[in-house]
């Protein structure tokens, strides 16, 4: 079992819908955990962040943390097409922040 | 705008030179890592250093060597370059348990 999972997708929605992305970590002692988004070439760039359980907002994201299932989601809502992107859940398991597992990411496209 | 900058954004190298890979960050943060990236592995962490001088290896250390003498400073180093070693190489540095800030990444090809 991989430590942090997502599905590759691809995850494809239509312009200005919700877009859904789930990420399952496997060590319950995790303390943190984000969510960069990586264009085609580029690095990846912090987008989210979440540290005790509930939800996160910052604009059109929302973050979802529920420790109990291990269970991290990203909401976007009102999708656009410049949020097609591959999604890197990371999961921090220290509070140095030095042991940072990365999910393989999910891609989604928003189709105009 | 906070930046890490890394020295070179395509490299091209021949097997068994030593390559340099230079990260600088003006963001005054302790934490420095280095990645590789590849297609269907994603991101691996070689190298990181929670303060000048000292070093930790990741899961991927071998081959590799690191170099911190300023804050601001984090240099990766492939002693003898192989092409197993072309990859995207990603600086990133942290404040505490705070997300990362990357770098615009190097593309390293070994030929």
């Known amino acids: 079992q991989k430590e942090v999972e997502q599905n590759s997708g691809p995850l494809s929605v239509p312009e200005g819908a919700i877009a859904s992305l789930n990420c399952t970590y496997s060590?319950?002692?995790?303390?943190?955990f984000f969510w960069y988004r990586q264009y085609s070439g580029k690095s990846p760039e912090l987008i989210m962040s979440i540290y005790s359980n509930g939800d996160k907002e910052d604009g059109r994201f929302t973050a979802q943390l529920n420790k109990a299932s291990q269970y991290v989601s990203l909401l976007i809502r009102d999708s656009q097409p410049s949020d097609s992107a591959t999604y890197l859940c990371?999961?921090?398991?220290?509070?140095?922040?030095?042991?940072?597992?990365f999910g393989a990411g999910t891609r989604l496209f928003v189709k105009a | 705008d906070v930046k890490v900058t890394q020295s070179s954004r395509y490299l091209v190298k021949r097997t068994g030179e030593k390559v340099f890979l230079e990260c600088v960050q003006d963001?005054?943060?302790?934490?420095m890592f280095w990645y590789r990236q590849d297609p269907g592995l994603g991101l691996r962490l070689i190298y990181f250093s929670y303060d000048v001088k000292m070093k930790e290896k990741g899961d991927i250390p071998e081959g590799y060597s690191v170099s911190r003498e300023k804050k601001e400073r984090f240099s990766l180093i492939l002693e003898s370059a192989s092409t197993n070693q072309t990859s995207m190489y990603l600086c990133?540095?942290?404040?505490?348990?705070?997300?990362?800030?990357f770098g615009s990444g190097t593309r390293l090809t070994v030929v």
């Open positions: 060590d319950r002692v995790s303390q943190s």
């Open positions: 990371a999961v921090n398991k220290d509070t140095g922040g030095f042991k940072t597992i």
């Open positions: 963001m005054d943060h302790e934490n």
């Open positions: 990133a540095s942290s404040l505490s348990r705070d997300g990362y800030t």
